[in-house]
Nanobody
């Protein structure tokens, strides 16, 4: 069973940068998709895709979060990263790391949150 652990949330100033990390522990297949969804205030579900990356490094980006995003992964660890720059103030959201195991479905991390504020 794979467990995902996010890190990197916190407070960042407008225009600043932040990197979220997600480490996978357990039996992990390097072909598994990994990525990030987010849950914004007032929503009951984490249904907004932020970014995803395949085992072959093919990337998909969702709606803008008010900044620039680059997703990457390190299959040796394994881990997925999301580098965000030029962040703009917005209501804080919770970012969830996810992975798609070989038999389907999704495995989720517990979530991490950051706030863009001066």
């Amino acid at each position: 069973q794979v467990q995902l652990e996010e890190s990197g949330g916190g407070l960042v100033q407008p225009g600043g940068s932040l990197r979220l990390s997600c480490a996978a522990n357990g039996t992990f297949t390097r072909t598994q998709y990994m990525g990030w969804f987010r849950q914004t205030p007032g929503k009951q579900t984490r249904d907004e895709l932020v970014a995803a990356i395949s085992g072959g490094d093919r990337t998909t980006y969702g709606n803008s979060i008010g900044g620039r995003i680059t997703i990457s992964r390190d299959n040796a660890k394994p881990a997925v990263y999301m580098q965000m720059t030029h962040l703009q103030p917005a209501a804080p959201a919770v970012y969830y790391c996810y992975s798609v195991p070989p038999l389907g479905g999704r495995i989720w991390g517990h979530g991490t949150q950051f706030t863009v504020s001066s």
